[in-house]
């Protein structure tokens, strides 16, 4: 890329605000354009929000070659899943992400649970089902708890643990009779559940070749102590001190290198941000909870506050297939990442709440940096318009400063409604104590 580029960015959430907001810094970029973005991303320099929406794959490919970009980052999975990169790659424009095929690692949970069975990847057993008589079959003679899972895209809320067959049926029926995820849930899989400490293992692919990010760990469950219903993520912080270089090396030998070369195996070399979402447990045996096919959400938040390298410079290297050789450099410090959310999240809740204290804290905290996911501008203000609304993410010299501060700026932002959980980075701190 020369030296003044335009880089597209597609979806509309904390993740590619924080995605935006790095590759903005890159010296190669004179603007990046976020499809559709938000009010933070628009609130960056050099950045520009344009109104298209992240699966409307024609209108951008439209608004790409118009505008001659120079590189696409694909921040959700839906489009990848769509077939995003392959559009792009027909008009030759360098879309980074994995193909429809490879995509179908997350798009699939009954392709993802055959590829590790195949790869010996460890994961959890499992079985899959596309009629609900033979599932509620299996489940009455299972052994509980059990974990039940759309096989399609369902937003991070199509898993459910189930402690007996009363609630595993309730279940059964939620996905394949009442259709709560459309055809996601046409197919379902049940699975062993595991357990142990859970974190996200997510790394650079060029096609062959692998470079491990940043560790994190995300919190799934809706309220502290990891009760209740699944999300899509309520907060995170990086690293993850129980990922030690050993853990590290298991993973990469045991998950990562076996998944990316069984991809090249199958015919469908995999280049994107690859993401693992593992259990470890008490014996410190990584085993695949689910792979996404992109970065997650908080995660992006707190690692990107931690990269010092370009980030446009690592994306042209998974191009080049030179990734795995990259000198990467990171922050020594701890980011953490708070997610405010609209009460009632993840199911119904209201929007339209007009957001206090923003710009106050933005200004009161340097270390903080507050990321948007579901805002939007009504009346010249911020107001809500998402389940997840905000990421505050806090850089710290250790977990305990970093979620400390992020806390602190959380406690300056309000509206009516707000809900967050007040947990975020107690499982690293208790083990570094
Ligand atoms: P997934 O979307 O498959 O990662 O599942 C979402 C969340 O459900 C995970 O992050 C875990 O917290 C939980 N989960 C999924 N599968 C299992 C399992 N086999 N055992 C225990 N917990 C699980
Ligand atoms: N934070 C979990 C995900 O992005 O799927």
Redesign the pocket.
């Known amino acids: 890329m020369g030296k003044s580029s335009k880089v597209l960015v597609v979806g509309g959430g904390g993740r590619e605000h924080a995605l935006s907001w790095k590759l903005a810094q890159s010296k190669h970029v004179d603007t990046v354009y976020v499809a559709p973005g938000n009010p933070g991303s628009s609130s960056e320099a050099k950045i520009v929000n344009i109104e298209i929406k992240a699966t409307d794959i024609e209108q951008l490919a439209h608004f790409a070659q118009n505008e001659s970009i120079d590189l696409i980052v694909v921040g959700p999975e839906d489009p990848l899943v769509a077939g995003i990169v392959d559009e792009f790659t027909k008009i030759g424009i360098k879309c980074f992400g994995p193909t429809a095929e490879a995509a179908q690692l997350e798009g699939s949970?009954a392709f993802a649970k055959r590829f590790m069975q195949k790869y010996r990847i460890p994961t959890?057993t499992y079985q899959s089902f596309s009629d609900p008589h033979s599932a509620k079959k299996f489940l009455k003679n299972s052994v509980y708890p059990m974990?039940i899972?759309a096989d399609g895209l369902a937003a991070?809320k199509?898993?459910f643990?189930v402690n007996n067959f009363a609630m595993a049926e309730k279940s059964v029926d939620a996905i394949m009779t009442d259709h709560k995820f459309g055809s996601a849930g046409a197919t379902i899989v049940v699975?062993?559940?595991?357990?142990g400490e859970?974190a996200s293992f997510i790394a650079m692919v060029d096609g062959v070749n692998i470079l491990p990010l940043a560790t994190s760990q995300?919190h799934?469950?809706i309220g502290d102590g990891d009760v209740g219903l699944?999300t899509g993520g309520m907060g995170a912080y990086s690293p993850a001190p129980f990922v030690d270089d050993e853990l590290q090396k298991k993973i990469m030998d045991e998950i990562m290198l076996p998944t990316v070369h069984g991809m090249v195996d199958e015919g469908m070399p995999y280049r994107g941000f690859l993401y693992a979402?593992l259990?470890i447990s008490d014996q410190n045996e990584p085993k695949v909870?689910?792979f996404n096919c992109r970065f997650g959400d908080p995660e992006t938040q707190p690692i990107m506050m931690r990269l010092s390298s370009d980030l446009v410079e690592l994306i042209q290297a998974c191009f080049n297939g030179t990734i795995e050789s990259f000198p990467i450099e990171w922050d020594d410090r701890t980011a953490l990442g708070v997610i405010m959310a609209s009460s009632g999240y993840p199911e119904k809740y209201a929007t339209g709440f007009e957001i206090h204290g923003l710009d106050a804290t933005d200004l009161a905290y340097p270390e903080v940096k507050i990321f948007h996911s579901g805002t939007a501008i009504r009346n010249g203000k911020i107001v809500t318009s998402g389940g997840r609304v905000l990421c505050v993410t806090a850089l710290g010299r250790d977990v305990k400063q970093a979620k400390k501060v992020a806390y602190e700026a959380v406690k300056k932002v309000a509206w009516d409604g707000v809900y967050y959980r007040r947990d975020i980075g107690d499982k690293a701190i208790k083990l570094l104590n």
């Open positions: 949970k959890a974990v899972k991070g199509g898993v643990i699975e062993e559940f595991l357990e859970e995300d799934k469950a699944n979402g259990m909870l689910e």
